[in-house]
């Protein structure tokens, strides 16, 4: 992430074994390839990148597109770049969809443009099937890289210009932690760090752990620099990214806890607010509450995924905690925190869910009270345990349950969101409003959206604004001066 030098390269000798440097030596020398295209065409070269997914998948495109521009790549608008890379997500079957849709309609810009290239990476990448597939029916795909060995971009890269034709490379097991590569950053003031790649969990519906690998932690000197640089240019906010961040740091030489991170995380000069995501309702101490509780930095947010209210089908998703283990969790965490927003995720549909199965988790959305929740129709995903249960739910059923939960769900929302309606609260402001000419849009520390009349240089700052209106799941404010 600093920025380093690719002069100093000699790009005469062989490529170096070891990582960095393995990776800067491809960069560089992407580098000379791009300038000389750009001499020819008389312009810069561009590329777009796509994300589809989560928050960590997010990241890692600033961390690919970091590579990019550092390679001498400018930043396209659209798809009629020079070369657009795709990172993908496989959670759910829509996504391998939208993926496809999107390969389909790139392939007659390139027809149209045979010099551009398209690579494709991510956590769909490390499907056997996807694999099988792209090689026969999208041949024109230039570049094809794992989830697992995405920091070889430039590499990957460098060989499709030499050899002419399809580059595939595709690794399994445990993600290899390769520090110092650059990474851009799709906002000035917040960013994301990674604290940990891949998931042991094996919840019984989740494709994730088989295409992100084990569970395997950065080092905490490595965090800590990371997060120091990015508050020294400039960053208020870091959201750690992992999983499920509860179980960070066992699996190190010298293992540490999560609440250890944090309270190191914390003692950064200049750093304003710390995120964190996703934590596992099984491994939530009750040391990370206090470190919460004492903290006048972590948000007051948790996301804490659910997925269902019934003990029987949390077993069989093999999550290892039942509904009354998550109600005292939750429970504790609103006495220990009031102000605490607590969101979710929440699975309807998974096989063999009963009406009654459907009605707890109704139950403990009811309970919880939750401030917002991402809710998910179960999504087959083969490979998987869940997959090969008798019992999968009709369609029918599942939309009945799905639409049913969501009023729930947008109820106690907006019942939460009026709590703090005529309170004032610090406002990360993030960017100018998409919708209103004039205002622009913040977050508050329990991650809520807000809306008020200020101007783009506020944007970065964090200001006191009053909440006028709760709308729902968000607020309409004034900012106080
Ligand atoms: N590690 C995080 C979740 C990552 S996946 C955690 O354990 O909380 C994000 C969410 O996608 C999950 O919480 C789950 O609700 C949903 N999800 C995962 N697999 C799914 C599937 N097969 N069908 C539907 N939703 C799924
Ligand atoms: Fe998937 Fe469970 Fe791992 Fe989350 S903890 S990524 S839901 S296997």
Not at 337 to 345: G, K, L, R, S, V
Request: charged share 30%; hydrophobic share 35%; aromatic share 8%.
């Amino acid at each position: 992430m600093t920025a380093f030098n690719y002069d100093s390269i000699d790009l005469a000798a062989l490529p170096p074994e070891t990582e960095p440097a393995r990776q800067r030596y491809f960069i560089a020398r992407l580098r000379h390839w791009t300038k000389k295209r750009r001499e020819a065409l008389g312009r810069p070269l561009t590329c777009f990148v796509t994300t589809f997914g989560c928050q960590m998948n997010a990241h890692e495109s600033e961390k690919l597109l970091g590579i990019l521009r550092d390679a001498g790549f400018e930043e396209g608008r659209d798809e009629t770049a020079d070369l657009v890379l795709y990172n993908t997500c496989t959670v759910r079957e829509n996504a391998d969809l939208r993926v496809y849709g999107r390969l389909g309609r790139v392939s007659t810009i390139k027809k149209k443009n045979p010099d551009m290239m398209i690579a494709i990476c991510g956590c769909m990448m490390q499907e056997e099937h996807v694999i099988e597939k792209i090689r026969k029916s999208y041949p024109f795909v230039d570049v094809v890289l794992g989830h697992i060995n995405n920091y070889r971009l430039a590499e990957l890269l460098a060989e499709r210009i030499d050899c002419g034709h399809q580059v595939i490379d595709i690794e399994n097991g445990r993600r290899r932690i390769v520090e110092d590569l650059p990474a851009e950053r799709k906002y000035s003031f917040k960013s994301g760090v990674n604290i940990m790649f891949g998931c042991n969990n094996f919840c019984s519906y989740c494709i994730v752990p088989y295409v992100t690998g084990r569970e395997t932690s950065r080092e905490m000197k490595d965090i800590l620099n990371e997060c120091r640089l990015l508050v020294k240019n400039g960053v208020k906010e870091i959201m750690l990214l992992g999983q499920n961040v509860n179980s960070y740091g066992k699996t190190l030489a010298n293992p540490i806890t999560f609440a250890e991170l944090l309270k190191e995380v914390e003692k950064i000069d200049g750093l304003e607010r710390i995120r964190f995501m996703t934590s596992h309702p099984k491994d939530l101490s009750d040391e990370l509450i206090e470190v919460m509780k004492n903290s006048g930095k972590i948000c007051r947010h948790l996301h804490l995924p659910l997925q269902s209210g019934s003990s029987r089908i949390l077993k069989i998703m093999n999550r290892h905690y039942d509904k009354e283990q998550y109600l005292e969790l939750a429970r504790k965490i609103r006495q220990e925190i009031p102000d605490m927003a607590i969101t979710t995720d929440i699975i309807v549909g998974f096989p063999g869910e009963t009406e009654e199965d459907f009605l707890e988790t109704m139950d403990v959305v009811e309970k919880v009270q939750y401030d917002s929740a991402f809710t998910f129709i179960y999504s087959k995903r083969s490979g998987t345990p869940a997959a090969k249960m008798e019992d999968q739910i009709p369609a029918d059923v599942i939309k009945d349950r799905f639409d049913r939960l969501l009023a729930l769900v947008q109820a106690n929302a907006a019942k939460r969101c009026e709590l703090l309606q005529g309170t004032d609260q610090k406002v990360l402001v993030e960017e100018e409003d998409d919708h209103m000419y004039g205002y622009v849009t913040g977050r508050l520390s329990n991650n809520s959206v807000v809306h008020f009349e200020g101007s783009k240089d506020l944007i970065g700052s964090i200001v006191p604004v009053h909440l006028d209106e709760a709308r729902g799941f968000y607020y309409m404010g004034t900012m106080i001066r």
